[in-house]
T-cell receptor, first 114, second 111 residues
């Protein structure tokens, strides 16, 4: 069974450019989470969805960040415009959320903004 | 402000010894507790979860939960060099799926 799929795995861009990260959750999971990990701040929850609906976006750092989940098998995290301080590893995770709330992580996208 | 605290380490143990990793949390309403292992450059991997007070064993791993004292621990028996990684504690308050992660404890198992 395929795990959480993320693309791209690495992204290098210049300040001011738009960045779009993509995630496909595990089939049958109905909760999806976007995290950011840095050495300074550790693993931070940015936003999560239940049944494609955003439930909590309090971790989204600012209006430059946006996330969508148009269907149960796809989500995007967009940064526009990107800044060097956005450089981090971005993880997507999913869970069943019906009495079994273990979260399973994708391989992550390493973003570098120059 | 909900907090999950872990000693950042590094915790060094010799091969074959028991490694003990600890985590405390601030929210008494927390219901579910998770341990993730993260190798350098990789994503967090779920290794244990526990919901009830007491011990839960899975192979060489034992998770221990004490809700009254608000701590959860992970014991790794017969530690191997391949166990060297950062271990993240996560707490899910009220089973609403919003995890709070600790900063992780780096474990070094020396051959």
């Amino acid at each position: 069974d395929a795990g959480v799929i993320q693309s791209p795995r690495h992204e290098v861009t210049e300040m001011g450019q738009e960045v779009t990260l993509r995630c496909k959750p595990i089939s049958g999971h109905n909760s999806l989470f976007w995290y950011r990990q840095t050495m300074m701040r550790g693993l931070e929850l940015l936003i999560y969805f239940n049944n494609n609906v955003p439930i909590d976006d309090s971790g989204m750092p600012e209006d430059r960040f946006s996330a969508k989940m148009p269907n149960a098998s796809f989500s995007t995290l967009k940064i526009q415009p990107s800044e060097p301080r956005d450089s981090a590893v971005y993880f997507c995770a999913s869970s069943q959320a019906r009495g079994r709330n273990e979260q399973f992580f994708g391989p992550g996208t390493r973003l570098t903004v120059l | 402000q909900k907090e999950v605290e872990q000693n950042s380490g590094p915790l060094s143990v010799p091969e074959g010894a028991i490694a003990s990793l600890n985590c405390t949390y601030s929210d008494r309403g927390s219901q579910s507790f998770f341990w993730y292992r993260q190798y350098s450059g990789k994503s967090p991997e779920l290794i244990m979860f526990i919901y009830s007070n007491g011990d839960k064993e899975d192979g060489r791993f034992t998770a221990q939960l004490n809700k009254a004292s608000q701590y959860v621990s992970l014991l790794i028996r017969d530690s191997q060099p391949s166990d060297s990684a950062t271990y993240l504690c996560a707490v899910d308050e009220d089973n609403f799926n919003k995890f709070y992660f600790g900063s992780g404890t780096k474990l070094n198992v020396k051959p």
